[in-house]
């Protein structure tokens, strides 16, 4: 039974889960932040992230780590900004900010990664001209 059903969860798993919420907050030495995180209805884990490092190469090895460090999770979805102020005006909506804020906000998003195990999709996306496609 899921933990949200009432579930109690052993000590340690509680800890880990509590410690992993952390770190996924704190920008680290991985050169990005995680800016944030939510639950995908079918299972798995969604992403906004900010990072400095916006190169093609750069992108790419961010997008192998992230799939990694979620190997677990069926699906993923991460956008990838090179702002973490954009990334969450992104997050918080048009609605919610404001039409010309949202666009410019939106134009700091430098990729998309997406992995669905259902749909057998493992995508890399890089917001470019033209844009780039990466598939693992």
């Given amino acids: 039974m899921p ?38 209805l079918a299972g798995g884990v969604g992403l906004f992230v900010a990072t400095a490092a916006v190169s093609p190469d750069a992108l790419r090895a961010l997008a192998e780590h992230l799939r990694a460090r979620f190997a677990a999770a069926p699906d ?18 048009s609605r919610s900010v404001g039409e010309t804020p949202f666009a410019a906000a ?3 998003q ?11 999709l493992d995508r890399l996306t890089i917001h470019a001209q033209p844009p780039r496609i990466v598939d693992f």
């Fill in 3 to 40: 933990a949200s059903l009432g579930a109690r969860l052993p000590r340690r798993a509680l800890l880990r889960g509590a410690l992993d919420a952390v770190r996924a907050a704190l920008p680290g030495a991985d050169g990005y932040e995680i800016v944030a995180r939510w639950d995908l």
């Fill in 76 to 93: 993923l979805v991460v956008q990838i900004f090179d702002d973490a102020a954009a990334a969450r005006i992104v997050r918080a909506g």
């Fill in 106 to 108: 939106r134009a700091r």
């Fill in 110 to 120: 430098r990729a998309t990664y997406q992995r669905s195990a259902a749909r057998r």
